[in-house]
Nanobody
Framework: QVQLVESGGGLVQAGGSLRLSCAASGNIFSVNAMGWYRRTPGKQRELVATMTSGGLTNYADSVKGRFTISRDNGKNTVYLQMNSLKPEDTAVYFC??????????????WGQGTQVTVSS
């Protein structure tokens, strides 16, 4: 089993910054991908950014140049540095971990979510 614990959400003014953290514990496998997704009321959960254990990253177009994903594999923790925040970034942000067996995704786990609110 895998547990994900998120932290770092909160309220910030437009143009401000926040950093989210997600610490994974349990049998996470050495080959995995960790990332962030977000959900706003009435919308489906959408990808924000992901990063593999090998360092490959993927970003949503809407956050490129403003958000940076990073991870500390020794601490099994992924971070999301969010700069130049906009009101439309307001959402519940979820951490996700995908375990791989070789190149094949095996299963995935989600955190409980953390609220990010950006005021105009």
């Amino acid at each position: 089993q895998v547990q994900l614990v998120e932290s770092g959400g909160g309220l910030v003014q437009a143009g401000g910054s926040l950093r989210l953290s997600c610490a994974a514990s349990g049998n996470i496998f050495s080959v995995n991908a960790m990332g962030w997704y977000r959900r706003t009321p009435g919308k489906q959960r959408e990808l924000v950014a992901t990063m593999t254990s090998g360092g490959l990253t993927n970003y949503a177009d809407s956050v490129k140049g403003r958000f940076t994903i990073s991870r500390d594999n020794g601490k099994n923790t992924v971070y999301l540095q969010m700069n130049s925040l906009k009101p439309e970034d307001t959402a519940v942000y979820f951490c996700k971990l995908v375990r791989y067996s070789g190149y094949r995704p095996l299963d995935d786990y989600w955190g409980q979510g953390t609220q990010v609110t950006v005021s105009s």
